[in-house]
């Protein structure tokens, strides 16, 4: 069983499109985490969820939307894409006090 | 904000110890350090972590220096699937508090 899973994997899209992408964790974690990774590797932490609640919001243009529906799922929704977006996006979660396990990525291409 | 400082690449004998060393001068008396890889684009890879005492696991060996303002990540006897970016990150125990990815080192395993 997958711990955290997203989907899709792949996205290409256009510009200006809206798009989401989904992330559920099975780990019974209070906190969930989106990361994004562009082209030069740097991983950058964009929203941290609590609870269902927002605790971090990291200078993310509010293009970018989470939804946490419930412990287990942080879904990302993305606004008018620009080609900047594209880029790697991770989820996460973990429990306050432990490590953080991290699915395996949705690669997002805006063209 | 990283916090942490790591050599960008390093190169290791297939079966020999990696030594990967990181600093983290300004960590506080209650940040515990962790240690990530992440190989290719798939989603970072918990390692180990501590806060004061060495530990070991399966995976490898965190080493942490008395004054808590360097470690050292052991892998015993590095392969070829261990070829990846290694990441080390200091965080506090509190609700939503993320993990804060450097630029890592990249290792390579060579033949």
């Known amino acids: 069983d997958t711990a955290v899973s997203q989907t899709p994997k792949y996205l290409v899209t256009q510009m200006g499109n809206d798009k989401s992408i989904k992330c559920e964790q099975n780990?019974?974690?209070?906190?969930m985490y989106w990361y994004k990774q562009d082209s030069k590797k740097f991983l950058k932490i964009m929203f941290s969820?609590?609870?269902?609640?927002?605790?971090i919001n990291e200078t993310v243009p509010n293009r970018f939307s989470p939804k946490s529906p419930d412990k287990a799922h942080l879904n990302l929704h993305i606004n008018s894409l620009e080609l900047g977006d594209s880029a790697v996006y991770f989820c996460?979660?973990?429990?306050?006090?432990?490590?953080?396990?991290f699915g395996q990525g949705t690669r997002l291409t805006v063209v | 904000d990283a916090k942490t400082t790591q050599p960008p690449s390093m190169d290791c004998a297939e079966g020999r110890a990696a030594n990967l060393p990181c600093n983290h001068s300004?960590?506080?008396?209650?940040?515990?350090v962790y240690w990530y890889r992440q190989i290719h684009s798939q989603g970072p890879q918990y390692i180990i972590h501590?806060?004061?005492n060495n530990e070991t696991n399966e995976m490898a060996s965190l080493i942490i220096t008395e004054d808590r303002k360097s470690s050292t990540l052991i892998l015993p006897h590095a392969t070829l699937r261990d070829t990846a970016v290694y990441y080390c990150?200091?965080?506090?125990?509190?609700?939503?508090?993320?993990?804060?990815f450097g630029t890592g080192t990249s290792l390579t395993v060579i033949p």
């Open positions: 996460a979660s973990s429990r306050v006090d432990t490590e953080a396990f």
């Open positions: 780990l019974g974690h209070d906190t």
């Open positions: 969820y609590n609870n269902k609640e927002l605790i």
């Open positions: 300004t960590i506080s008396g209650n940040e515990y």
């Open positions: 501590g806060l004061k």
């Open positions: 990150i200091v965080r506090v125990y509190n609700t939503g508090n993320q993990f804060y």
